[in-house]
Each structure stands twice: as structure tokens, then as C-alpha cells.
């Protein structure tokens, strides 16, 4: 009876091995010869064997044999193949919800995993950067930041953008915002900035250029309070939370030679090399439904469930 106990703990770690090499990969993929697998997991050959047979029992992938071609995937069942992999929930972080765009996002992102059954779980934290360095160290699965952080951090995070929700899905629109009766940056501002927001930071650098302002380093939790307090002279700002909280201020609209409002963009990024959480998050999240979703919390036909 313990010897039967042992075999089967043995296929079953197995069946789990081959379920987390598996997930990342495609339809019509050449997957690795038995002896590969016994080989890199040291188990025997009859042991993988019984793994694979126990996945597609499961139905969790197909194979066929193509001579001496190899083994190829000719089915893949990702929502079987995560269960499998007893990583237990998908995890990942985006922005605190202050706004109605972002609440929209988090109940989108949630009501879409839902309807495909996977544990799924939202974390929230300030600053893209933060979220991308939390990424990287394998705190999360996936991180929502927006496409202009994502094209300002590629060539310095292991990242690989996964899907974008399309303009407006993130923020409406980003302004300068004053806190007296101004309507353009002028020398002697000044001027908040938060480096752990390359939306804010970037943008920030771009409406100052030529300008002789005074930058402020503040976390962007403090910046609109200290505007409003006139502790600072202005600062970039999301609107919809100047909207969301009917706040009374001059605003300067972002007009930059080049800039193609990425900022709106939502986007969702995984640490570069993770293909199994990309694949997954590929067949769990509709960019469609979630959209429909996002705009009903935001038209005040479905409550915020995030």
C-alpha cells in the first residue's frame, strides 16, 4: 500500500512538472521527448509516461505523434493546465482604485476571471515603477500600468506587455494643474514630481522643459493635497479624479510634439520569459468583455466588485 502511495505521489508531482512546462506553450509546439523529461527531473521514463497520460485524461492537452518528427501539441486546455500546476491563484497589482475609470478596470479584470473559474486576485499599489519592481521580483504574476509607463520602462525591466485595453482605459486624460489662477508653467514654480510614475515624471520634465521651476520630489498620494494647500505651484494630474471629486482648479491641457496619449492606455505586463501566466492571462481575459464591464460601473449600471 505505501509503495502504491510513493507511485502515485511520484506521477503526480510529475503530471505537475509537465503541466508548468506545458502551460507555456501553443497549439502545434514540439514538446520534449520522454527521455528529455526523465532526464531533467530524474524520474523514469514509465513515471512521465504515466504523467502525460494523466494529463490528457484530464484533458488538459492533446498530442500527436508526427513520426520522426516528435511529439506535437495538437490541444491545450489552459484553465486544466494552471489547476494542475499548483500555483493556486493568478495574482496581480494595478493602481488604487481612486477613480471610477479604475474601479471600472479592477471589477472587469475580476468579473472576466470569474466567468473562466480562475482564482484570481487583485493587489493595489502606487507608482508603475513600484509595481513593475514588485513584478520582477516574482511578487505578482501580472501588473496593470499604463502603455507610456510601459514604453518608458523597457529598456531597463525584464517586461513583455501582454494586452492593451485600447485609449481611455486608464485615465482619461492627464493635465497640468495650478494651484492659484495660472494657466501656464512659468520660472520660479513649484513644481511636484514622483519618480515612481513615469506617466507623471516624464510628462512633468516635458511641460518644464526650457522652464527655470523649482522640482519638488513628493510620493503622488501627497501631491494634490499640498497643491491644493498651495504648498506647490502645480503639478501633472489625473483628471478624472479632479472630475470624480468635482475639485475646482486651473487646469493646462498636455499638448507635446510626439505624444500619442499612451498615458490612456491600460496595459497588462508580465515579467519577460513568463510565458505560462501571458498564455493563461491570453485565454482568460476578453480586452471586450472587460471592456463592457469597465463602462458599466462607469454609466452606474453595475456596482464597483473588485
Same mark, same amino acid.
Given at each position: 500500500?505505501?509503495?502504491?502511495?510513493?507511485?502515485?505521489?511520484?506521477?503526480?508531482?510529475?503530471?505537475?512538472?509537465?503541466?508548468?512546462?506545458?502551460?507555456?506553450?501553443?497549439?502545434?509546439?514540439?514538446?520534449?521527448?520522454?527521455?528529455?523529461?526523465?532526464?531533467?527531473?530524474?524520474?523514469?521514463?514509465?513515471?512521465?509516461?504515466?504523467?502525460?497520460?494523466?494529463?490528457?485524461?484530464?484533458?488538459?492537452?492533446?498530442?500527436?505523434?508526427?513520426?520522426?518528427?516528435?511529439?506535437?501539441?495538437?490541444?491545450?486546455?489552459?484553465?486544466?493546465?494552471?489547476?494542475?500546476?499548483?500555483?493556486?491563484?493568478?495574482?496581480?497589482?494595478?493602481?488604487?482604485?481612486?477613480?471610477?475609470?479604475?474601479?471600472?478596470?479592477?471589477?472587469?479584470?475580476?468579473?472576466?476571471?470569474?466567468?473562466?473559474?480562475?482564482?484570481?486576485?487583485?493587489?493595489?499599489?502606487?507608482?508603475?515603477?513600484?509595481?513593475?519592481?514588485?513584478?520582477?521580483?516574482?511578487?505578482?504574476?501580472?501588473?496593470?500600468?499604463?502603455?507610456?509607463?510601459?514604453?518608458?520602462?523597457?529598456?531597463?525591466?525584464?517586461?513583455?506587455?501582454?494586452?492593451?485595453?485600447?485609449?481611455?482605459?486608464?485615465?482619461?486624460?492627464?493635465?497640468?494643474?495650478?494651484?492659484?489662477?495660472?494657466?501656464?508653467?512659468?520660472?520660479?514654480?513649484?513644481?511636484?514630481?514622483?519618480?515612481?510614475?513615469?506617466? *507623471?515624471?516624464?510628462?512633468? =520634465? @516635458?511641460?518644464? /522643459?526650457?522652464?527655470?521651476?523649482?522640482? $519638488?520630489? !513628493?510620493?503622488?498620494?501627497? %501631491?494634490?493635497?499640498?497643491?491644493?494647500?498651495?504648498?506647490?505651484?502645480?503639478?501633472?494630474?489625473?483628471?478624472?479624479?479632479?472630475?470624480?471629486?468635482?475639485?475646482?482648479?486651473?487646469?493646462?491641457?498636455?499638448?507635446?510634439?510626439?505624444?500619442?496619449?499612451?498615458?490612456?492606455?491600460?496595459?497588462?505586463?508580465?515579467?519577460?520569459?513568463?510565458?505560462?501566466?501571458?498564455? *493563461?492571462?491570453?485565454?482568460? =481575459? @476578453?480586452?471586450? /468583455?472587460?471592456?463592457?464591464?469597465?463602462? $458599466?460601473? !462607469?454609466?452606474?449600471?453595475? %456596482?464597483?466588485?473588485?
Amino acid at each position: 500500500m505505501a509503495l502504491n502511495s510513493e507511485l502515485m505521489q511520484k506521477n503526480g508531482l510529475m503530471a505537475t512538472l509537465l503541466a508548468r512546462e506545458f502551460i507555456t506553450k501553443k497549439i502545434d509546439d514540439r514538446i520534449n521527448t520522454v527521455s528529455y523529461y526523465a532526464q531533467k527531473y530524474s524520474y523514469g521514463r514509465g513515471t512521465v509516461q504515466n504523467a502525460m497520460g494523466y494529463l490528457k485524461e484530464a484533458g488538459a492537452v492533446e498530442l500527436v505523434s508526427r513520426g520522426h518528427m516528435g511529439t506535437f501539441i495538437k490541444s491545450l486546455d489552459y484553465e486544466k493546465l494552471w489547476v494542475l500546476t499548483s500555483w493556486e491563484t493568478l495574482m496581480g497589482v494595478m493602481p488604487l482604485p481612486y477613480s471610477r475609470l479604475y474601479e471600472g478596470l479592477a471589477t472587469g479584470l475580476y468579473k472576466s476571471a470569474q466567468l473562466r473559474k480562475i482564482p484570481f486576485t487583485l493587489s493595489y499599489m502606487r507608482g508603475a515603477k513600484n509595481r513593475i519592481d514588485a513584478l520582477q521580483r516574482d511578487r505578482y504574476d501580472f501588473a496593470v500600468i499604463s502603455k507610456f509607463a510601459y514604453i518608458k520602462s523597457i529598456d531597463t525591466a525584464e517586461i513583455e506587455m501582454v494586452m492593451d485595453f485600447g485609449k481611455y482605459s486608464y485615465v482619461n486624460e492627464h493635465a497640468v494643474v495650478f494651484s492659484q489662477d495660472k494657466n501656464e508653467i512659468q520660472d520660479g514654480m513649484i513644481i511636484g514630481i514622483d519618480k515612481s510614475s513615469p506617466d *507623471l515624471y516624464y510628462l512633468t =520634465l @516635458e511641460v518644464c /522643459k526650457g522652464k527655470k521651476v523649482i522640482f $519638488k520630489e !513628493l510620493p503622488y498620494n501627497q %501631491i494634490l493635497t499640498k497643491l491644493l494647500n498651495k504648498e506647490l505651484s502645480a503639478a501633472i494630474w489625473n483628471m478624472d479624479e479632479i472630475n470624480d471629486r468635482k475639485i475646482e482648479i486651473n487646469t493646462m491641457k498636455i499638448e507635446l510634439e510626439g505624444f500619442n496619449m499612451e498615458d490612456t492606455n491600460a496595459v497588462i505586463v508580465v515579467k519577460k520569459g513568463n510565458d505560462g501566466v501571458k498564455n *493563461l492571462l491570453l485565454q482568460v =481575459l @476578453e480586452i471586450k /468583455k472587460v471592456a463592457e464591464y469597465q463602462k $458599466k460601473v !462607469l454609466t452606474g449600471k453595475m %456596482i464597483p466588485n473588485y
